[in-house]
């Protein structure tokens, strides 16, 4: 093999793919066909999750220092939900994809992993054993497993002649990254009687400091080919046609035609190749959506990837990543079919739409509403389909922080293994088997005893009957047999 692991893509999917395998001693190859990393920002938020995730690596920090990222409250359809401002120990924050990108390049680059540019893959066949890839210009590289995340228009996926069915881009809206005169740093979306409309996000300050902004606007008349070129006129009469002269443009960073397109892979496993972010699912960009859940893909598939090239995984291992992921996906999907829908984003003005928008605005208000809303964009809410899931409500969900004394319980994830929270030391003889991928902790803590996977999740806690057995079936499911 010329490696295990080759990621194809080097976008967010792509990057914390490659750091988890190399987290985890998973030797891995990154290859992007661009000759440098895309300066646009396809998405502009970090959701709760995905922040969680960044702080159990040792990320957050790093991504924080990078500038001010304010925090808010999650919308959903552009209605601002208040009440999901601080409900999470990491609320959403402002954080455009560049500055993800770069924050991930630099952690791979400090640990020895490059990506590898220019190179854009042609040709793709595999066998019982491995994956041959070949770029352009003739170079191949042969590999255990090989990932596509290379986005939207993959061309793995086209190479595996992979279903991707769904809905193709019926209209389409402009999303810019602007600076703006006379609009504060709240998020808005506005709606004009006509059906046009203007959303506005702050996307932090840039490099002199000044404020940034995520502008996308739509409405009748304004669905023009995805080719077609932005102008700096295009936008100021978008903005006026529902703001009037109160906010005007002051300086345009890049623009893009967007659609409004919603597919999903059949499969996120094809033999040894699996689809992971955008090459997985592609749908209106809403709430940075797109860029959480191919960060999650990543952080799922990778530990039991490393498992499978360290010959540690049982044999259903790697299809719980479709079996887990695929949900996902398709409930991002709905929700952001619904919250199109519920923008009126073709700017149709119909007056039944309008009203079961002003009624969904209604419920907005109570805080269950808030609360399940927020469940859905966050992912915090995500809750995996687990053995004995029946039994605890925590499996299956991204394991509670604990305080440990001299550490916090998510620092020890920071390995790259298992954690078994064990506060008697009741579990240490049923443990000490997979002592070489689960670490034991939280002695002479009153936390309750959980086994918590490599990614965060939750996979078994204590409290009934014959616990050092339902462990060890837990140890084995996840872990593999001890050897």
Same mark, same amino acid.
């Given at each position: 093999m010329d490696v295990d692991v080759l990621v194809v893509g080097a976008g967010?999917?792509?990057?914390?793919?490659?750091?988890?395998?190399?987290?985890?001693?998973?030797?891995?190859?990154?290859?992007?066909?661009?000759?440098?990393?895309?300066?646009?920002?396809?998405?502009?938020? @970090?959701?709760?999750?995905?922040?969680?995730?960044?702080?159990?690596?040792?990320?957050?920090?790093?991504?924080?220092?990078?500038?001010?990222?304010?925090?808010?409250?999650?919308?959903?359809?552009?209605?601002?939900?208040?009440?999901?401002?601080?409900?999470?120990?990491?609320?959403?924050?402002?954080?455009?994809?560049? @500055?993800?990108?770069?924050?991930?390049?630099?952690?791979?680059?400090?640990?020895?992993?490059? @990506?590898?540019?220019?190179h854009e893959l042609t040709a793709l066949t595999q066998d019982a054993e491995s994956v041959t890839a070949t770029f352009a210009g003739g170079a191949t590289v042969r590999c255990r497993y090989l990932v596509a995340a290379d986005g939207a228009h993959s061309a793995v996926r086209s190479l595996l002649n992979a279903d991707f069915p769904g809905r193709p881009g019926t209209h389409t809206v402009v999303a810019a990254d602007v600076r703006l005169e006379g609009h504060d740093t709240t998020s808005t979306h506005t709606r004009g009687e006509d059906g046009n409309w203007v959303s506005v996000f702050p996307l932090g300050v840039d490099e002199r400091g000044r404020p940034l902004h995520r502008l996308s606007f739509g409405g009748p008349g304004r669905s023009l080919p995805r080719e077609h070129p932005i102008t700096e006129d295009e936008i100021r009469d978008g903005l006026r046609a529902v703001l009037g002269d109160r906010?005007?443009?002051?300086?345009?960073?890049?623009?893009?035609?967007?659609?409004?397109?919603?597919?999903?892979?059949? *499969?996120?496993?094809?033999?040894?190749?699996?689809?992971?972010?955008?090459?997985?699912?592609?749908?209106?960009?809403?709430?940075?959506?797109?860029? *959480?859940?191919?960060?999650?893909?990543?952080? *799922?598939?990778?530990?039991?990837?490393?498992?499978?090239?360290?010959?540690?995984?049982?044999?259903?291992?790697?299809?719980?990543?479709h079996a887990e992921r695929h949900p996902v996906g398709a409930a991002v999907l709905r929700n952001v079919q619904a919250q199109s829908l519920l923008m009126d984003q073709q700017g149709a003005a119909d007056p039944d739409l309008i009203a079961a928008r002003d009624?969904?605005?209604?419920?907005?208000?109570?805080?269950?509403?808030?609360?399940?809303?927020?469940? @859905?964009?966050?992912?915090?809410?995500?809750?995996?389909?687990?053995? *004995?899931?029946?039994?605890?409500?925590?499996?299956?969900?991204?394991?509670?922080?604990?305080?440990?004394?001299?550490?916090?319980?998510?620092?020890?994830?920071?390995?790259?293994?298992?954690?078994?929270?064990?506060?008697?030391?009741?579990?240490?003889?049923v443990a000490a088997p997979w002592k070489d991928r689960v670490d034991r902790a939280g002695e002479g803590t009153t936390v309750k005893p959980v086994l918590i996977r490599p990614d965060g999740y939750t996979c078994w806690t204590a409290g009934r009957d014959d616990e050092a057995h339902t462990l060890e079936a837990a140890c084995r499911h996840w872990f593999g047999d001890p050897r």
């Amino acid at each position: 093999m010329d490696v295990d692991v080759l990621v194809v893509g080097a976008g967010p999917t792509g990057m914390a793919l490659a750091g988890e395998l190399r987290l985890a001693g998973a030797p891995v190859l990154l290859v992007d066909k661009l000759a440098r990393r895309s300066a646009l920002s396809k998405a502009g938020g @970090v959701q709760s999750r995905v922040l969680e995730v960044f702080d159990q690596r040792g990320l957050l920090e790093p991504l924080l220092a990078t500038g001010d990222h304010p925090t808010g409250a999650a919308h959903f359809a552009g209605i601002t939900l208040p009440l999901t401002r601080s409900r999470h120990r990491h609320p959403w924050r402002s954080i455009p994809q560049v @500055v993800v990108e770069k924050v991930l390049e630099r952690h791979l680059a400090e640990h020895d992993v490059h @990506v590898q540019r220019e190179h854009e893959l042609t040709a793709l066949t595999q066998d019982a054993e491995s994956v041959t890839a070949t770029f352009a210009g003739g170079a191949t590289v042969r590999c255990r497993y090989l990932v596509a995340a290379d986005g939207a228009h993959s061309a793995v996926r086209s190479l595996l002649n992979a279903d991707f069915p769904g809905r193709p881009g019926t209209h389409t809206v402009v999303a810019a990254d602007v600076r703006l005169e006379g609009h504060d740093t709240t998020s808005t979306h506005t709606r004009g009687e006509d059906g046009n409309w203007v959303s506005v996000f702050p996307l932090g300050v840039d490099e002199r400091g000044r404020p940034l902004h995520r502008l996308s606007f739509g409405g009748p008349g304004r669905s023009l080919p995805r080719e077609h070129p932005i102008t700096e006129d295009e936008i100021r009469d978008g903005l006026r046609a529902v703001l009037g002269d109160r906010v005007r443009l002051l300086d345009l960073r890049y623009a893009r035609r967007i659609t409004n397109a919603a597919r999903q892979a059949a *499969n996120y496993r094809h033999g040894r190749v699996f689809l992971a972010g955008d090459a997985a699912h592609v749908h209106l960009p809403i709430g940075a959506q797109g860029m *959480n859940t191919g960060i999650g893909d990543a952080v *799922n598939l990778g530990w039991k990837l490393a498992a499978a090239v360290h010959g540690r995984a049982p044999d259903h291992l790697l299809d719980t990543y479709h079996a887990e992921r695929h949900p996902v996906g398709a409930a991002v999907l709905r929700n952001v079919q619904a919250q199109s829908l519920l923008m009126d984003q073709q700017g149709a003005a119909d007056p039944d739409l309008i009203a079961a928008r002003d009624l969904f605005a209604d419920l907005t208000r109570l805080p269950e509403v808030q609360h399940h809303l927020d469940d @859905v964009l966050s992912g915090m809410g995500i809750r995996y389909p687990m053995p *004995n899931a029946d039994t605890d409500p925590l499996i299956g969900l991204p394991a509670p922080d604990h305080d440990l004394g001299p550490v916090r319980s998510h620092e020890l994830l920071r390995s790259g293994r298992g954690v078994l929270l064990d506060p008697t030391d009741r579990f240490a003889d049923v443990a000490a088997p997979w002592k070489d991928r689960v670490d034991r902790a939280g002695e002479g803590t009153t936390v309750k005893p959980v086994l918590i996977r490599p990614d965060g999740y939750t996979c078994w806690t204590a409290g009934r009957d014959d616990e050092a057995h339902t462990l060890e079936a837990a140890c084995r499911h996840w872990f593999g047999d001890p050897r």
